[in-house]
C-alpha cells in the first residue's frame, strides 16, 4: 500500500495464525475470536484481495505448518516475517525471518540482502533411540550453541545421520534453530523429502527436486568446507527438558529431577502442552496417540490439564480420520484451534495467576509471561512424547524411560517408547477445504481496504520523517540531532521485552496504541527497576519518575529525539517489527548496544533508526538517563564512505565530556533509508 504498486513482485501468501485463543477448545475459541478480531482479518483479506495475495484465513492452521504442507520446496529461498521461518528448512531450503520492512524489499522487487553469514555443518552421525527425538536433537545443541550462538550464521547439517529423519523432523530442528540466533538451518533433500512432498501433493515438485539432486544440486558440494563442524554422535542422545526462561538451559532428562531438586521448586507438573509449529506434525501426534493408547489401557488419564494445538486444518482432519485425536480426548485432552494459541500468550488460565508453577511444552520459546501472562510461570522445553508421559506422572522428577506409575491397583506401569508414523498409509484428509485459498489469485484493484476511521486496533502507517536534510529542523546536517539517553537496559532484552505480546498482540496494526507497552517488562541498570525511567528534564507539573513509555512520550511531545543504551544480544527472540517501530514512533534515533540480534538489528535500520555497537563494552556502564549524545563521523557515511567510522560524543548531566568509539553493520543501501528517514520512504521515491 505504502509503495504505490498495484500487485505484490514476488508470490505471498497471509496466514492467520496469532489471534487465536486458547480458553476451552477448538470450535468456540475460534469462533469467539473472529468475532473479536473482525476488523483485523477483514483488513488482512480486503488487503490480500486488492493485491493478489494468498489469504489463510483463521482456523486454517500455523504458517510454518502450512508453508511445509503447501510452499516450501527443496533448494528456494524463502522469506517470512516470523522468526520461525526456517521451519520450511526441514524441506531443504534456506527459509530465513525477517521483519516485515525485509518482506517489503521482497514485496516490492527491491534488492533484498543480508551480511554474509558463516556456514556452521553440523555432522550427524549413529541413530535416534527410544525416547529421543529431533526435538532433543535441537534442545541439545541449543545448549551447546546458546542463544547466541547461532547469530550471523546457519546450520547446515550433514552426514549419515540427516537420512534417518523425517521431514517434519528436520523441520522440527530448523524450527528452533531461531533459539540459537540462527539465520536459517538447512539439510541436503533426502528420500524422505520426496515422501511427503508426495504424501502433501506435490509430485511434480518431487520430480524436480530429483532431477535437480541428480545434476549434483540440492546437497553440500564434495569437500565443502564450513567455518566451524560440530560433531553430534545421535546414538547417545537422550531426550533432554531446557528451560526455564530461555530455551538454551539444557538439562538431559536422566538428570531433570536433581535439578528440579536443587533449584527447590516444587515438584509438580501443573500443564502439559503439545502441537505448535515446531512439533504438530503426523508423527509426532501419532506418537503421542500411541502412549496415551498406553495409558488408557493401564486406566489412567493425565493428571493436569493437557492441551493440544494441531499445526493445521489438515493434520487436524487427519488426525480426527486416523483416531489420533480420540487417543488423546480419551485421557483428557483438550484440542485447540489450528493455531498457536497458547503458544503467543493467548492461553486464559484463571487457576494459575500469580502463582509460581511448572509447565512443559512442545513448544520452542519459554521467556517469563509467554504463555499465560503469568511470569511465575516456568515453561520448561520438551519433546511432545516426554510432554505427554509427564503430564500422566504430574511430576517433573519423572523420567518415563525409566521410572514407573503407581496405578490405583498398586501395580506399577512403564511406558514403552513411543512409536509413530511419519506419514498417514492413508494420505492426508484435506478437512475443510474452504480454508484452502484460490492459488496465485489475480490482483483485484477496486477492492477497498478495509480500516475502519475510528478503529482502536488499526491505523494507517504515516511515513516517519527523516531527521537530515531541509525541513528537519536539524542543525547538525548530516550528523544526528543531539538525543537524549531514555534509560541503559539491563542485561536481556528480547523482543517481547520491547513490545510484550499477550493482550498487546490486538493492537499491532495500531501503532499509536500498541507504543503503549514499550519496554514495559525492561530493567532499567540505574536502580534495577522494571518499566521505570527517570525524566531528568521535567518540569514542575511532572514527576521525576515515570513508566518507560511515559518518558518516551514526554520526550516526543518536546521534540527531543533520543538514544537507548543496551546490553549484549539485544532484540533476540522473535522477529516483531513493532519493537523497531515503536522507539521510532516515540522519536528514539539511535541505540547502542553492547551487540544486536541480527533480525532485530535491521529491523532498527528499515525504521530509520541508527544501530552501533560499543566498541568497547566496557563503555556501557559510562552513559546513563539524561546524558546528551552526538554523532561524529554519521555525515562521512551517509555521504558515501562506506569505512566511514563513528564516533560518540557523550556529555554527562554533570558537564563532564568525552567520546567513546562504536562500529556499526550499515551497508550503502542501509545508509538510503536512514537518510531517507526509512526504508520505506526509501523504496517510495525509488518508485516514483
Ligand atoms: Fe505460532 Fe508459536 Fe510457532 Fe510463533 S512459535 S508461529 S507463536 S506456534
Not at 516515540?586 to 532485530?600: D, L, W
Not at 535500520?605 to 563521523?633: C, H, M, N
Request: proline share 6%; glycine share 10%; with cysteine.
Amino acid at each position: 500500500m505504502s509503495a504505490g504498486l498495484s500487485r505484490c513482485a514476488v508470490p505471498v501468501s497471509i496466514h492467520c495464525d496469532h489471534l487465536i485463543q486458547a480458553v476451552t477448545g477448538a470450535e468456540a475459541d475460534l469462533e469467539k475470536s473472529i468475532v473479536s478480531n473482525k476488523e483485523v482479518f477483514d483488513f488482512l483479506e480486503s488487503a490480500a484481495r486488492k493485491y493478489g495475495i494468498e489469504f489463510w484465513r483463521p482456523g486454517s492452521g500455523i504458517i510454518h505448518q502450512i508453508v511445509l504442507e503447501n510452499y516450501a520446496a527443496p533448494g528456494m529461498l524463502m522469506l517470512g516475517t516470523d522468526s520461525h521461518t526456517p521451519n520450511a528448512g526441514g524441506l531443504g531450503l534456506l527459509a530465513i525471518g525477517v521483519g516485515g520492512a525485509d518482506a517489503v524489499d521482497a514485496m516490492t522487487g527491491t534488492p533484498w540482502e543480508l551480511k554474509a553469514p558463516q556456514v556452521v555443518g553440523i555432522h550427524l552421525t549413529g541413530k535416534l533411540d527410544g525416547w529421543a527425538t529431533p526435538k532433543d536433537l535441537i534442545l541439545h545443541i541449543a545448549g551447546k550453541l546458546t542463544v547466541r550462538g547461532g547469530t550471523g550464521r546457519i546450520l547446515e547439517y550433514f552426514g549419515p545421520g540427516v537420512s534417518g529423519q523425517s521431514c517434519t523432523g528436520l523441520a522440527t530442528i530448523a524450527n528452533m534453530g531461531a533459539e540459537v540466533g540462527a539465520t536459517t538451518s538447512t539439510f541436503p533433500y533426502t528420500e524422505r523429502m520426496r515422501a511427503y512432498l508426495n504424501k502433501t501433493g506435490r509430485a511434480p515438485v518431487a520430480r524436480a527436486a530429483d532431477e535437480a539432486a541428480s545434476r549434483g544440486f540440492l546437497s553440500a558440494d564434495e569437500g565443502a568446507e564450513y567455518d566451524e563442524v560440530i560433531e553430534i554422535n545421535l546414538s547417545e542422545l537422550e531426550p533432554t527438558i531446557n528451560g526455564p526462561f530461555t530455551p538454551d538451559l539444557a538439562t538431559p532428562l536422566s538428570k531433570f529431577g536433581s535439578f528440579v531438586k536443587e533449584n527447590g521448586w516444587k515438584d509438580e507438573l501443573s500443564a502439559g502442552l503439545i502441537g505448535s509449529c515446531t512439533n504438530s506434525s503426523y508423527e509426532d501426534m501419532t506418537s503421542v496417540a500411541d502412549l496415551a493408547r498406553q495409558a488408557k489401557a493401564a486406566g489412567l488419564t493425565t493428571k493436569v490439564p493437557f492441551l493440544c494445538t494441531p499445526g493445521s486444518e489438515q493434520i487436524r482432519a487427519t488426525m480426527e480420520r486416523d483416531k489420533v485425536t480420540a487417543a488423546l480426548e480419551d485421557v483428557g485432552a483438550v484440542v485447540l484451534a489450528n493455531a498457536c494459541g497458547p503458544c503467543i500468550g493467548q492461553w486464559k488460565r484463571d487457576d494459575k495467576k500469580d502463582e509460581e508453577n511448572a509447565i512443559l511444552t512442545s513448544f520452542n520459546r519459554n521467556f517469563k509471561s509467554r504463555n499465560d501472562g503469568n511470569r511465575l510461570t516456568m515453561n520448561f522445553l520438551a519433546s511432545p512424547t516426554v510432554v505427554t508421559a509427564m503430564s500422566f506422572a504430574g511430576k517433573l522428577s519423572f523420567n518415563p524411560a525409566t521410572d514407573s506409575i503407581t496405578l490405583p491397583s498398586g501395580k506399577p506401569f512403564k511406558f514403552s517408547p513411543p512409536t509413530g508414523q511419519d506419514l498417514p498409509a492413508a494420505g492426508f484428509a484435506p478437512g475443510d477445504t474452504s480454508y484452502y485459498p484460490q492459488p496465485a489469485p489475480e490482483p483485484q484493484p477496486k477492492t477497498e481496504v478495509i480500516i475502519s476511521k475510528d478503529s482502536q486496533r488499526l491505523e494507517v502507517l504515516e511515513p516517519f520523517s527523516s531527521p537530515f536534510g531541509e525541513g528537519s529542523g536539524n542543525p547538525r546536517g548530516l550528523e544526528l540531532p543531539s538525543l537524549k539517553v531514555l534509560m541503559r537496559v539491563r542485561g536481556k532484552c528480547t523482543t517481547d521485552h520491547i513490545s510484550a505480546a499477550g493482550p498487546w498482540l490486538k493492537y499491532k496494526g495500531h501503532l499509536t496504541n500498541i507504543s503503549e507497552n514499550l519496554l514495559i517488562t525492561a530493567v532499567n541498570d540505574e536502580g534495577g527497576d522494571v518499566n521505570v525511567a527517570f525524566d531528568h528534564d521535567h518540569d514542575s507539573s511532572q514527576p521525576h519518575t515515570d513508566t518507560i513509555p511515559g518518558v518516551a512520550k514526554r520526550l516526543k511531545a518536546r521534540n527531543q529525539p533520543w538514544a537507548l543504551i543496551v546490553d549484549d544480544n539485544y532484540g533476540e527472540g522473535s522477529a516483531r517489527e513493532h519493537a523497531a517501530l515503536q522507539p521510532r514512533f516515540y522519536g528514539c534515533a539511535m541505540i547502542v548496544a553492547r551487540s544486536f540480534a541480527r533480525i532485530h538489528e535491521t529491523n532498527l535500520k528499515k525504521q530509520g533508526v541508527l544501530p552501533v555497537w560499543f566498541a568497547d563494552k566496557a563503555d556501557y556502564s559510562r552513559i546513563g538517563a539524561g546524558d546528551t549524545l552526538e554523532t561524529i563521523g554519521l555525515a562521512d557515511l551517509l555521504n558515501g564512505n562506506p569505512s566511514a567510522t563513528i564516533k560518540i560524543k557523550v556529555t554527562k548531566r554533570d558537564g563532564e565530556i568525552f567520546e567513546i568509539p562504536t562500529t556499526h553493520t550499515m551497508s550503502s543501501d542501509q545508509v538510503n533509508w536512514l537518510r531517507a528517514g526509512s526504508a520505506l520512504n526509501y523504496i517510495r521515491s525509488q518508485m516514483a
